[in-house]
């Protein structure tokens, strides 16, 4: 079955520090591929997305490609922010599928 | 703005209470979700519904049931509430053949 795969956490780096959080997925198909981050005490809401190979996705700050050679997905962002401090999860969604498969999740914490 | 509302933020209930989570959105989106999020877990999917009177198991529906008797609500219904579904359930909401999910703020049920 369908399957994300993200790097553990918690990561915690310094503000303006370089942000890399890994994801690799196994999917049948060819899934469409998205970034959720869950700001504490909220619901999820869509960081970026990427529908197909070697789209970038972007927002905020943040970038992902679409690497079907290595069915990676991962989320990176030049200089972070204390604000960002949140939990990101990796999701897949295959074709004419209805169901979002996630990631585990990766906490995030920007320290000053 | 979109908006998918859910009912409570927080919810503590007695092991064997019959609980009714409520989720409401007003986007006039086809398909409506309900995730369970666990730490370490991840999101796993409950159930979801694709019309008004439809549902489809998810990954882990034991122990639930569901209800939409109107396009815009959709209802996670725990029969018999035990202390192992002390968890934050997220309701989400997409168009029909969707690229984005748009998620409530969650609901934190604790059963004592």
């Known amino acids: 079955g369908d399957s994300v795969t993200q790097m553990e956490g918690p990561v915690t780096l310094s503000e303006e520090a370089f942000l890399t959080i890994n994801c690799t997925y196994t999917a049948t198909g060819y899934p469409s591929l998205f970034w959720y981050v869950q700001y504490p005490g909220e619901g999820l809401q869509l960081l970026l997305k990427?529908?197909?190979?070697?789209d970038k996705g972007s927002n905020k700050g943040f970038e992902a490609t679409y690497r079907k050679e290595t069915t990676s997905f991962h989320l990176e962002k030049g200089s972070v922010q204390v604000s960002d401090s949140a939990v990101y999860f990796c999701?897949?969604?295959?074709?004419?599928?209805?169901?979002?498969?996630f990631g585990t999740g990766t906490q995030l914490k920007v320290e000053l | 703005d979109v908006k998918v509302t859910q009912s409570s933020r927080y919810l503590v209930k007695r092991t064997g209470e019959k609980v009714f989570l409520e989720c409401v959105q007003d986007m006039d989106h086809e398909n409506m979700f309900w995730y369970r999020q666990d730490p370490g877990l991840g999101l796993r999917l409950i159930y979801f519904s694709y019309d008004v009177k439809m549902k489809e198991k998810g990954d882990i529906p034991e122990g639930y049931s569901v209800s939409r008797e109107k396009k815009e609500r959709f209802s996670l219904i725990l029969e018999s509430a035990s202390t192992n579904q002390t968890s934050m359930y997220l309701c989400?909401?997409?168009?029909?053949?969707?690229?984005?999910?748009?998620f409530g703020q969650g609901t934190r049920l604790t059963v004592v």
């Open positions: 999701a897949l969604k295959t074709g004419g599928g209805n169901k979002l498969t």
């Open positions: 990427a529908t197909k190979a070697d």
């Open positions: 989400a909401s997409s168009k029909a053949g969707w690229t984005e999910a748009f």
